[in-house]
């Protein structure tokens, strides 16, 4: 780590220091380790995005990018986008076009980690120089926010990519603010200012990811001011000892943050038995890990947060769909699974804090309901390959997603989204709708719902379904967390959004 490290008083970067052992990859639509995705959000852009520092609730929200306007018909089910003229890519590569967007929305609906959430495109053509038409199957009234609005959706120059080949992975090519530098596998991703931007230039000239996984070493650094701003460290009480150390320092917290969900496995035994899984559900107190995590962490109880669209709040849940917390309850149900001396089973998961902490809590709290869950603590980046090979038996998952119910239902529900062994699948780490029936046909009927209303009344039903199948637990929300200097403005405030933010207005003094 000190080798990647210099002196940090220059104005001219600003360094983050992310918590993972090195970057993967910088190309939008192959990233499947959130650290990345810092990177991608400074380098590509989307044809619309909600405004800094927050999600957007509805479609209106939205702040046109690299598209100028656009519009629906009548029937929902065709939109026409007015795309940005004079948009240069990065290092020369020209001039964007329409072509440039139709093959980057094709190259996210064919190839990708997230074709799941792109079903609903039927088609999407060029239809004039600097004008892109899509045809929906279904008139998805969040489509701004569920398709439009995506990493994978980020507009990449086709020529590159066809330039590039597999090297684009990790030397891409975007429209952002600041272009790639350097991708450096050990130590992080280095960027600079995009001179030829469309929009207000950046006002700091370079930008550094660089990746330190040890936390403690990750906390000197920021101490130090080797770096300016970190991942903070989701575990029990550390919001309060840093803040011990600097008070002047400043956190970013989103609000819900960070879904945490463990994914059951539903193809390995004794999970493919749902006594089992309710067992496990009534031995797991989601409040207890919520106030854990605090102030970060809050209680969810079904998929969704509980003031999510689709989102149940406690009370309001049938009483047979709660799973309080009762192990004696659990117990019980794993004697009528056929288990009367518990279960033994070995899960992985990752070193960070924020999952080994929720994944060291729930092993106590499941301990006196007879589960005994073995932890193999990994490597971050590792920990996501095991997952992405479908080599784990209760896999917690992080991600921040908007108030678009749609959106993260496909990537974990959708038998189109299952994971495979070879790592070419997607986020259903249950196997949900492939081992037992689930809700695809539901999931349709999203897409196809012509209301705002009907689509929430759809959803609700989902979450309730989930309660009773129990192939994926919401455990709670972690807020997504960053602590910076104060040398360091965003020029925004962090309230909500994805758990990466821009520095394209960022100052440094």
Not at 136 to 146: A, C, E, Q, V, Y
Not at 269 to 293: G, S, Y
Not at 348 to 359: G, I, K, L, P, V
Not at 456 to 483: A, F, S, W
Request: a negative charge; one cysteine or more; glycine letters at 8%.
């Amino acid at each position: 780590m000190p080798g990647i490290l210099r002196a940090q008083n220059s104005n001219d970067v600003i360094r983050i220091a992310l918590s993972a052992g090195g970057p993967r990859k910088v190309d939008p639509n192959q990233t499947t380790q959130g650290a990345d995705n810092w990177s991608t959000e400074q380098m590509f852009e989307q044809l619309v995005r909600p405004p800094d520092g927050l999600f957007a609730a509805t479609d209106d929200e939205y702040v046109p990018t690299l598209a100028t306007s656009w519009e629906t018909s009548d029937d929902g089910r065709t939109w026409v986008f007015q795309i940005r003229q004079g948009v240069q890519f990065h290092k020369g590569y020209g001039e964007m076009t329409a072509e440039d967007v139709v093959h980057s929305f094709n190259r996210a609906r064919f190839d990708g980690v997230s074709t799941a959430v792109f079903t609903n495109i039927e088609d999407v053509q060029a239809t004039g120089a600097h004008e892109v038409t899509f045809k929906l199957k279904g008139p998805d009234p969040l489509f701004l926010g569920s398709t439009v609005f995506q990493n994978a959706a980020s507009i990449v120059s086709k020529k590159a990519d066809e330039e590039k080949g597999e090297s684009f992975h990790t030397d891409s090519i975007g429209t952002g603010p600041y272009h790639l530098d350097r991708f450096d596998i050990e130590n992080g991703v280095y960027m600079s200012r995009h001179e030829d931007y469309w929009g207000e230039p950046a006002k700091v000239p370079r930008i550094e990811c660089v990746y330190i996984a040890d936390t403690t070493a990750r906390t000197l650094a920021l101490i130090s001011g080797e770096v300016d701003i970190i991942e903070a460290v989701r575990a029990p009480g550390w919001i309060d000892q840093i803040k011990q150390r600097d008070s002047s320092l400043l956190v970013d917290m989103t609000n819900p943050g960070s879904f945490m969900t463990i994914h059951i496995n539903l193809t390995a035994e004794p999970f493919d038995n749902p006594l089992v899984r309710k067992a496990i559900a009534t031995a797991i107190d989601t409040e207890v890990v919520a106030n854990a995590l605090a102030p970060m962490g809050r209680p969810t109880y079904t998929l969704s947060p509980p003031h999510y669209p689709t989102g149940w709040a406690h009370e309001d849940l049938p009483e047979e769909l709660r799973y309080d917390y009762n192990p004696d309850r659990a117990r019980e149900l794993l004697a009528e699974a056929g288990h009367p001396n518990g279960i033994q089973f070995e899960a992985n998961t990752s070193q960070r804090e924020d999952y080994r902490s929720t994944m060291l809590i729930v092993q106590e709290l499941m301990r006196p309901a007879g589960i005994d869950m073995q932890l193999n603590i990994m490597d971050h980046s590792a920990y996501h390959g095991s997952n992405r090979q479908d080599q784990n038996t209760l896999a917690l998952h992080s991600a921040s997603y908007p108030p678009v119910p749609l959106d993260y239902m496909m990537r974990y529900l959708s038998s189109g989204a299952e994971v495979k062994a070879d790592g070419t699948g997607g986020g259903n780490y249950s196997h949900y709708g492939v081992a037992m029936p689930g809700v695809d046909d539901m999931l349709e009927g999203m897409q196809l719902a012509k209301s705002f209303d009907e689509y929430v009344e759809i959803g609700r039903k989902i979450e309730l379904k989930l309660q009773d199948d129990l192939p994926v637990l919401g455990v709670n929300t972690l807020g997504y967390t960053t602590v910076r200097s104060p040398r360091v403005d965003l020029g925004y405030e962090v309230n909500g959004g994805y758990a990466r933010w821009r520095f394209h207005k960022a100052t440094k003094s």
